[in-house]
Structures are given as C-alpha cells and as structure tokens.
C-alpha cells in the first residue's frame, strides 16, 4: 500500500516537472515571436535554453513550432561540443606552445647558417638553454630553394676580405658641364683607398695600365671584384688571369655586391665632390688627392673599430689643434706637445 502511494506521489511530481519544462518552452518560443524583428532572430542564449530544456523534456517535438527538430539537435551538439571545448580548454596537454622569440632564432640560426639543417640547429639551441625537439625546428625552418646552399656575397666578402679588392668608376661633371670619369680601386682589409686616377675617356688599356701601376707597389690579390660596365669588355678579364687574379663580376644592377666601393664612392661625393665646383680634370684630380689622404690617414671608419685605414694612433697628451682639410671643408684634430 505505502509503496503504491510513493509510487503515484513520484509520478505526480515527475509529471509536474515535465509541465513546467513544457510551459518553459512554450513561452520561450512565444517571446522569440513577439520580438521587434522582421526576421526571426534566436540568440545563442536561447539556442542553449532550447538544448538544456530538450534534454529533459519528453514530448519536445511535439511542441516545438518556430524552427524543425533537426535544427534543435543540431544546436544540441553544438552546444555540448562548446561546453566540452570549456571545460578542456584550461588543460595543457601535448607539447607546450613555442614563443615567437625562439621561432625568429631558429630562422635566423637557418638563414645565416645555410648548410645547417634541423639536427644541428637543435643541437645549437640546446647548448643555448632551449627546451625544443628537433621536429619542432624542422617545422620553422623555412623551406630553402634548391641554390640556397650557395654561400652569399656577404660570406664570401668575410671569407676573403684578406685578398681582395674592388674597383669602380663615377662620374662628376665640370664647371662647363663635360664629364669626369674617377676610377677608384679599394683594398677590402682595411678599407683603404689604394689607388685611384680621372680620365675624359677610359679605356680597357687605361684601366689595365691602372691596375698594373697599383699591383707595382702593392701585393697582388686573390680576387677583384667589378661591375658589368661596358668599359671593361672581354680583354679585361682575360688579361686579369694573366695577373693571377680570379674576378668576379657582380649580377646586373645589383650594386649592394660591390658594396664597399658603392659605400666609399658615397663617401667621396657625400664629403666631397658635392660641396665643390670641379673645373677640369686636374683639378678633380688634386681635391680628390687631398680628400683620399685625409680618409685613409685620419679619417676613422666603423670597419676598423673606429681607427683609419693606415691606422692612427691615440694621442693623450699635449694641446689639441685644428687643422683644416680642403680649406676647411673637413678638420683634423691632433695633440701637440707643449
């Protein structure tokens, strides 16, 4: 009799609950309706009300009239997916994130290290502190063209800097408007201004009388570097191997291989030949004579950890005194003894 009783109570509370839920979901759909809205609009609150109520409300299908039962289970599953996504999203599993700062060393240590591959970078950032699998290097390295092993002028010009040198031509127009043209012949090591001359008209065999005068009186290098100017031709290269120099000719309009000469021509025009009125060639020929002298005496350059191309010693004691260069375009400053 008792268990009877407690069963009709259960059902009766059950039945009442299904009624609530029922009228919850009747009501929702009804203010969904009555909302301002030429369109139907449902939130994403009500989308989850609608998923939460369906889960235990029985008859839901038969009393769901704004939208099909297949979109109400398809929000159910978005919903559960987005809760899973919740209570998953606080836990770390797998491998930890990899910072941006680790990711750009990796691409710098492949990029200046072409012949490295993944192995040896991951062996470099251990030595270095860095927690990472070699999988995850392999996955940053950014992926090489086939030439990319190649070693890169900048390289080459570190490699060699020893035993090479460079030459270049400009040109500065006179006071009647001819033009000048200025060879200039670099030494890598030190920077050094080696030789340089002017001429109206240059030619393969003036250039190469250049080279000869220069080679008289300094060691002979490895390597010259020069552009693809016209004024050079074929006899040029073939009478450069008789001296024993390998050249090397840089890609078309691609100056930033030749780029110390490029840099110290700026320097010369920069400092110089932009602030003066150039009447012939001889007197291009001694400003450019004075200048030279300055930069390879006292002039001091980043290269040389701030000392001059023929090096300059530090002076500590006297009086220091002006002396002007290029009446007065430039100044060096020297102590002398009291």
Same mark, same amino acid.
């Given at each position: 009799?008792?268990?009877?009783?407690?069963?009709?109570?259960?059902?009766?509370?059950?039945?009442?609950?299904?009624?609530?839920?029922?009228?919850?979901?009747? @009501?929702? =759909?009804?203010? !969904? $309706?009555? +909302? %301002? *809205?030429?369109?139907?609009?449902? &939130?994403?609150?009500?989308? #989850?009300?609608?998923?939460?109520?369906?889960?235990?409300?029985?008859?839901?299908?038969?009393?769901?009239?704004?939208?099909?039962?297949?979109?109400?289970?398809?929000?159910?599953?978005?919903?559960?997916?987005?809760?899973?996504?919740?209570?998953?999203?606080?836990?770390?599993?797998?491998?930890?994130?990899?910072?941006?700062?680790?990711?750009?060393?990796?691409?710098?240590?492949?990029?200046?290290?072409?012949?490295?591959?993944?192995?040896?970078?991951?062996?470099?950032?251990?030595?270095?502190?860095?927690?990472?699998?070699?999988? @995850?290097? =392999?996955?940053? !390295? $950014?992926? +090489? %063209? *086939?030439?990319?092993?190649?070693? &890169?002028?900048?390289?080459? #010009?570190?490699?060699?800097?020893?035993?090479?040198?460079?030459?270049?031509?400009?040109?500065?127009?006179?006071?009647?408007?001819?033009?000048?043209?200025?060879?200039?012949?670099?030494?890598?090591?030190?920077?050094?201004?080696?030789?340089?001359?002017?001429?109206?008209?240059?030619?393969?065999?003036?250039?190469?009388?250049?080279?000869?005068?220069?080679?008289?009186?300094?060691?002979?290098?490895?390597?010259?570097?020069?552009?693809?100017?016209?004024?050079?031709?074929?006899?040029?290269?073939?009478?450069?191997?008789?001296?024993?120099?390998?050249?090397?000719?840089?890609?078309? +309009?691609?100056?930033?291989?030749?780029?110390?000469?490029?840099?110290?021509?700026?320097?010369?025009?920069?400092?110089?030949?932009?602030?003066?009125?150039?009447?012939?060639?001889?007197?291009?020929?001694?400003?450019?004579?004075?200048?030279?002298?300055?930069?390879?005496?006292?002039?001091?350059?980043?290269?040389?950890?701030?000392?001059?191309?023929?090096?300059?010693?530090?002076?500590?004691?006297?009086?220091?005194?002006?002396?002007?260069?290029?009446?007065?375009?430039?100044?060096?400053?020297?102590?002398?003894?009291?």
């Amino acid at each position: 009799m008792l268990k009877s009783l407690f069963i009709l109570l259960l059902s009766s509370f059950k039945t009442n609950s299904q009624l609530r839920l029922e009228l919850l979901f009747l @009501t929702k =759909q009804i203010e !969904i $309706l009555q +909302r %301002n *809205s030429p369109r139907l609009k449902i &939130k994403e609150t009500d989308k #989850l009300i609608f998923s939460l109520v369906k889960t235990f409300l029985s008859n839901w299908k038969e009393r769901i009239f704004i939208v099909k039962p297949n979109t109400l289970v398809k929000w159910h599953k978005n919903a559960f997916r987005l809760y899973w996504y919740r209570i998953s999203r606080g836990k770390k599993n797998g491998r930890p994130r990899v910072n941006k700062e680790l990711i750009c060393l990796i691409r710098q240590i492949a990029n200046e290290n072409p012949f490295w591959g993944a192995p040896r970078i991951h062996g470099e950032l251990k030595k270095l502190g860095f927690d990472v699998s070699e999988s @995850t290097v =392999q996955r940053y !390295i $950014l992926r +090489r %063209n *086939s030439g990319s092993t190649d070693q &890169k002028w900048k390289t080459f #010009l570190k490699n060699h800097i020893k035993e090479t040198v460079s030459i270049d031509f400009f040109t500065i127009p006179t006071i009647n408007f001819k033009m000048v043209n200025v060879l200039v012949v670099l030494d890598h090591h030190r920077r050094k201004i080696i030789h340089f001359n002017v001429t109206m008209h240059p030619t393969t065999d003036w250039i190469l009388q250049q080279l000869r005068n220069v080679f008289s009186e300094h060691t002979v290098p490895k390597y010259l570097i020069r552009d693809r100017d016209s004024k050079y031709g074929s006899v040029f290269s073939n009478r450069i191997k008789q001296f024993g120099i390998k050249e090397y000719v840089t890609s078309y +309009r691609s100056p930033w291989q030749n780029g110390y000469v490029e840099r110290v021509i700026g320097s010369i025009k920069r400092e110089c030949l932009d602030h003066i009125v150039i009447i012939n060639e001889n007197h291009l020929r001694k400003v450019l004579k004075d200048y030279i002298s300055y930069y390879n005496k006292y002039r001091t350059h980043l290269a040389n950890n701030k000392d001059s191309p023929e090096g300059r010693e530090v002076q500590v004691v006297g009086k220091i005194e002006k002396v002007p260069v290029l009446n007065g375009l430039h100044n060096i400053y020297l102590r002398k003894a009291a």
